[in-house]
């Protein structure tokens, strides 16, 4: 077995997109390297397939949460339930939760309601949290001041550098994915090298935000280290160390993590 290891952060693998071919995805990110695959949940509704998932497969790792984006379909009783399957289901993490004022349509008070809920649900627990935030990192900030959890990610971050070393200031890293590899992401690749990789980690939120090399086709989490080669690319460093170090930050925020 190959020295170098990655975990996929942020991946959808329990979606419909993989029905047809999911062990054939599992054993070719095991094939490149990405020994483990945190797996968020989304809503109540899908809660099911993303436990029987990780309770199936040794490499996948629970997160559990509400998704800003299908905030019309979250109840009340959603949040009662987050606990104690949270605890029954060993997640190490709260998530996808979040805010996300890019679609209009979204009701803000609400997503901000569940997200606070979410949040103290998360500290409640000691918990970290993974985090979906779009047009709304100033409100973000705030209310994750307001309600600390145990760190976590801020999934697909594509804020200021000023927005990031405020999450890094809470104890949140920073998730990169598939955009890193467009030579036109020029903003996002600028603050991947301003960031310290003490504050990195990597993710491919598949089915969804594909590498340039599979431009046009599913994403996938065998796609891992495409991500790392253009993080080292840019930052004139070893794919072994951006391996290493992102695969440790993983596992600090992550201590659910088997090492």
């Not at 979250?74 to 606990?83: A, D, G, Y």
């Not at 996002?188 to 980690?201: H, T």
């Amino acid at each position: 077995m190959s020295a170098l290891q990655f975990i996929d952060t942020h991946c959808h693998l329990d979606f419909p997109e993989f029905d047809q071919d999911r062990q054939a995805v599992l054993q070719g990110a095991k094939n490149n390297a990405v020994r483990q695959i945190i797996i968020p949940a989304v809503t109540q509704a899908t809660w099911s397939r993303s436990i029987e998932l990780c309770q199936q497969q040794s490499s996948c790792y629970l997160a559990l949460g509400l998704h800003p984006v299908f905030i019309a379909q979250h109840q009340s009783t959603h949040l009662e339930k987050i606990t104690e399957l949270v605890k029954r289901n060993q997640a190490v993490a709260i998530g996808e939760i979040g805010l996300d004022y890019y679609l209009k349509q979204l009701d803000r008070k609400k997503q901000q309601s569940f997200f606070s809920q979410q949040l103290c649900i998360a500290k409640h627990i000691g918990l970290p949290a993974i985090i979906h935030c779009r047009k709304a990192h100033d409100d973000c900030i705030k209310m994750l001041r307001q309600h600390t959890p145990a760190g976590g990610i801020i999934h697909a971050f594509n804020g200021s550098l000023q927005q990031a070393n405020k999450y890094i200031e809470m104890g949140f890293l920073l998730g990169f994915g598939g955009m890193l590899t467009y030579s036109r992401s020029s903003k996002l690749r600028k603050l991947a090298v301003q960031l310290p990789l003490e504050s990195i980690v990597l993710e491919t939120d598949a089915p969804d935000m594909t590498v340039a090399q599979h431009r046009g086709s599913r994403n996938s989490p065998e796609y891992i280290p495409y991500i790392a080669e253009a993080l080292a690319e840019i930052r004139n460093e070893s794919v072994a160390e951006i391996g290493a170090t992102t695969t440790a930050n993983a596992h600090r925020v992550f201590p659910g993590l088997e090492l």
